[in-house]
């Protein structure tokens, strides 16, 4: 697998012992496996090894691509750790676990694996692009859902609710993230989670929502009007529309993001 090699590349030019994945999205990228209770893929330059809890393993030995051994508790993994003095870790580890590798592994020295896993997953593999557009169709879905659900006098919370459970009919693991609906002025507010406000005649209605799909993630957001807008709203939605033809027109390689956002905003202001 050319992903775990790269790893392997790794440990052999920076002289470290082994290396130990254990979020989620990383797991599933170099296994295919990423348990619901938790995972630690061990790379060294001779193998790789998924330990999973005992009640992981039957599943995570049907899904792996590697080999699977089961661990009954932490101290068992701690002691399978202890043949290593030097570990290349993720940055998403936490101080705990890191201090109970010192602790209880004897680990000496960790050294980050942050840039190797980032530019092995900047450029998507064929399949990956696949997955990807699986959970925009999701969301696709999902605004499609929100928009036939949105009227005058349902509240934000059940159009919601409708939409996330429509995207997991239709085969999403979940929300990539709370779905939002909102309504009115708080239309306005960018991360206003769906409440119980009654939606009324004349709001617009922004719809923020995702789908999560074998650890990718789709985003999109889409604003309506419930009933005819007013020339307010015409002029802000045409604005709007006005800065993102902008941005795309004059987007380009190596821009920065904030120079991009910049050319955004002077249409606005």
Known sequence: ????????????????????????????YFTNAAPLV????????????????????????????VSVEKFKKMD???EYLKRFKS???????????????????????????????????????????KLIKDACRLADIGVMTAIEEISEGRREKEVAAKVEYVMKMEGAEKPAFDTIIASGHRSALPHWVA???????GDLVVMDLGALYRHYNSDI???????????????????????????????????TAKELDSIARKVIE
């Open 1 to 28: 697998m050319r992903r775990i090699e790269s790893i392997k590349k790794y440990l052999e030019e920076n002289e470290v012992d082994a290396a130990l994945i254990t979020s989620a999205p990383n797991l599933f």
């Open 76 to 78: 068992e993994l701690y």
């Open 221 to 255: 957001t889409r604003t309506i009007v419930v009933g005819s807008p007013n020339e307010k709203q015409k002029e802000i939605y045409e604005i709007v529309l006005e800065a993102q033809k902008k941005s795309v027109k004059e987007a380009r390689p190596g821009m």
């Open 87 to 129: 570990l290349a870790v993720e940055g998403t580890m936490n101080v705990s676990f890191s201090n109970a590798l010192k602790e209880k592994a004897g680990i000496k020295e960790f050294k980050l694996l942050d840039d190797v896993i980032k530019d092995l997953r900047m450029i998507k593999s064929e399949e990956e692009i």
């Open 38 to 65: 938790g995972g630690y893929l061990v790379v060294t330059l001779e193998e790789e090894t998924l330990l999973v809890p005992e009640l992981e393993y039957e599943q995570a030995k049907e899904e792996a691509k």
């Open 195 to 201: 409440s119980d406000k009654r939606i009324e005649k």
